[in-house]
């Protein structure tokens, strides 16, 4: 097993967190009802409602992974039997899927060939077909982790207008907040449902509900028990910084210097940037003669890709190849893709040279495995990041 060097994080989250968010979590841990702490609090909650560009909403932080800002967003809005509309992009979408059955809702599916990010026409279909209007939420994964398929957000929300359909719309964004553009506000979107451990460069461990004005008011009617997930008992603390129960403090002092990165390099950079990444991964992956998981251009996601196994081989034991000779962790085929695909993780803190490298390790892997494929595929990313870099005239 060669562990020199760093280790290479290419699993699509967690990421590799940055020296700068590291170095400022490294501070004592204060008193969380103290001043002081009141001034981190409010600027990370300043600082969400930006990176998810709301000024009407309004931001919840959880010391809990993803999936209880999934369970968040649902008990708070949502009622024993409600119906909810979700569509089946692959895993994770299914995993929601299933937590909402457990907690006594009523999900109708959409299926998917989880190939393809969803179908706003099946969505407004189904929501026309709704006379009586009991449908009381629309759950769409905005970028789907085990597919490496986006879902456009923009479109969902005309759907929904089409259809006149009162229903709420919650997104999860956990693999994609602050690496493709989320515009809560302008979308309409009711829960944004986010994670720290990916685009936000941080360690796992705090999760994020942001809440539109409808989803507030529909919060109060809300019959579904809850209580540590409960919005109305955070509001009343966050107004001032603080919180109901104890903050994972030092995750805050990492997330206001991560906030503080990608407002340094502009969001809108930010994104370019992850394109930019994504494309030379799909140029290079095109270029070994391999197959793209993901079958539509539109939905291509600019934090991941999932690459297809050439039929007989095994990605796991690619994985495990390009782990012990390279020191790189790739993400595994995740439940009916399990085996069948592996998936690069190119977002957060990663750049061209990160990249470049992460390419030249599966391209040595696919070698070493006795995958086949055609040499030398990487230099298409090469060409494609020289051609396109941002940075290519002098500074004057
Ligand atoms: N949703 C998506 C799109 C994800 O990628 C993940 C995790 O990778 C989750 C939900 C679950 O989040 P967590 O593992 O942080 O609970």
């Keep these: 097993m060669n562990t020199s060097g760093r280790h290479f994080l290419q699993i699509p989250g967690p990421t590799n967190v940055p020296d700068r968010v590291l170095r400022a979590m490294d501070f004592p841990t204060i008193d969380h009802r103290g001043p002081r702490f009141a001034e981190i609090g409010q600027q990370a909650l300043e600082g969400m409602k930006r990176i998810v560009k709301t000024e009407k909403g309004e931001v919840i932080i959880y010391p809990a992974s993803g999936t209880g800002a999934w369970e968040a967003a649902l008990v708070n809005t949502m009622s024993p039997g409600d119906k909810v509309l979700m569509y089946e992009t692959g895993h994770f979408a299914m995993l929601w899927r299933k937590m909402a059955e457990r907690i006594g809702l009523q999900p109708i599916v959409l299926e998917g060939d989880w190939r393809h990010g969803a179908d706003p026409n099946a969505i407004e279909q189904a929501l026309r077909a709704d006379a009586g209007k009991d449908i009381k939420a629309v759950c769409v994964v905005q970028n789907e982790t085990s597919t490496g398929c986006a879902s456009r957000i923009d479109e969902v929300r005309k759907a929904i207008d089409a259809a006149d359909h009162p229903a709420l719309l919650m997104v999860d964004t956990i693999s994609s907040l602050a690496s493709i ?50 919005w109305e008992d955070m509001r009343g603390p966050n107004a001032k910084g603080f919180f109901p129960y104890t903050p994972a403090t030092n995750m805050l002092y990492g997330l206001v210097e991560a906030i503080a990165m990608l407002e340094e390099e502009g969001l809108e950079n930010v994104f370019a940037r992850h394109d930019r990444l994504a494309e030379a991964t799909r140029r290079t992956v095109r270029a070994w003669g391999l197959e793209l998981l993901c079958q539509e251009p539109r939905h291509y996601s600019s934090s991941l890709t999932a690459v297809v196994m050439p039929e007989g081989h095994d990605a796991d034991a690619f994985r495990d190849a390009v782990l012990r000779n390279f020191n790189m962790s790739l993400g595994a085929g995740l439940s009916k893709l399990a085996g069948r695909v592996f998936r690069i993780g190119h977002l957060g803190d990663f750049n061209e040279l990160s990249l470049t490298g992460t390419l030249s390790g599966v391209e040595m892997g696919l070698a070493i495995a006795g995958v086949p494929h055609n040499k030398g595929g990487t230099q298409a990313a090469l060409d494609y990041l020289a051609e396109t870099s941002p940075y290519r005239e002098p500074i004057k």
């Design 181 to 230: 553009d989320m515009r809560m506000d302008e979308w309409g979107v009711d829960v944004v449902v986010g994670g720290s451990q990916k685009g936000l460069m941080l360690p796992p461990g705090i999760s994020f509900n942001a809440v539109s004005p409808k989803a507030l008011e529909v919060n109060k009617a809300a019959g579904l028990p809850r209580s540590y997930w409960d």
